[in-house]
Antibody, heavy 116, light 107 residues
């Protein structure tokens, strides 16, 4: 069965960077794009963008363009999301997800807390 | 971007009630719409995909319907474990967009 397992919670200071990993299993990694979604407290979830895991092409939401980067390690079936210049408003839970046969599958989320 | 509007934002109900949450898309999303249940500190749990396809292991009291721009999630008989926040999610177009959430609380 499809599984997406994310790295653990992070606490960062303003201005720092964070890198979240998403290890996949149960399917062919390069067959489905990996999406990243942010869910801040009290807000609706927000799509950050996606990566074509086969070619490595990326698409970023304008909200995050220039501050976020998606990468992958196909040999390890892992995807990564790195965000720089963190600010307090970036405190949120970050999720990776795929859509396989019109069904979304999600990681368990990674809480990133930005605090001085 | 496709705006997703859920209603109501909060729903007060009693155990055993039939409750319906609606989700309206700003333009058609076909049937590429999912419903999630989320509890504090937990990831979203997928209940329904493709607008009406009940996920394995989800109780049959949950049901989804609709296509195009109008969708609904119905809980036929509310149970204590169902008090949570529910979100709709369209994945027909980029960017993916989500409803603002409906909190189902005890009346």
């Amino acid at each position: 069965q499809v599984q997406l397992v994310q790295s653990g919670a992070e606490v960062k200071k303003p201005g720092a960077s964070v890198k979240v990993s998403c290890k996949t299993s149960g399917y062919t990694f390069t067959e489905y794009a990996i999406h990243w979604v942010r869910h801040a407290p009290g807000q609706r979830p927000e799509w950050m963008g996606w990566m074509n895991t086969g070619h490595g092409d990326t698409m970023y939401s304008q909200t995050f363009q220039g501050r976020v980067s998606f990468t992958r390690d196909t040999s390890a079936s892992m995807a990564f999301m790195e965000m720089s210049s963190l600010r307090s408003e970036d405190t949120a839970t970050y999720y990776c997800a795929i859509v396989k046969r019109a069904t979304p599958h999600w990681g368990q989320g990674t809480l990133v807390t930005v605090s001085s | 971007d496709i705006q997703m509007t859920q209603s109501p934002s909060t729903l007060s109900a009693s155990v055993g009630d039939r409750v319906t949450i609606t989700c309206r898309a700003g333009q058609t999303v076909s049937t590429l719409l999912a419903w999630y249940q989320q509890k504090p500190g937990k990831p979203p749990k997928l209940l329904i995909s493709q607008a009406s396809s009940l996920q394995s292991g989800v109780p049959s009291r949950f049901g989804g319907s609709g296509s195009g721009t109008e969708f609904s999630l119905t809980i036929s008989s509310l149970q204590p474990d169902d008090f949570a926040t529910y979100y709709c999610h369209q994945f027909n177009n980029y960017p993916w967009t989500f409803g603002q959430g409906t909190k189902v609380e005890l009346k």
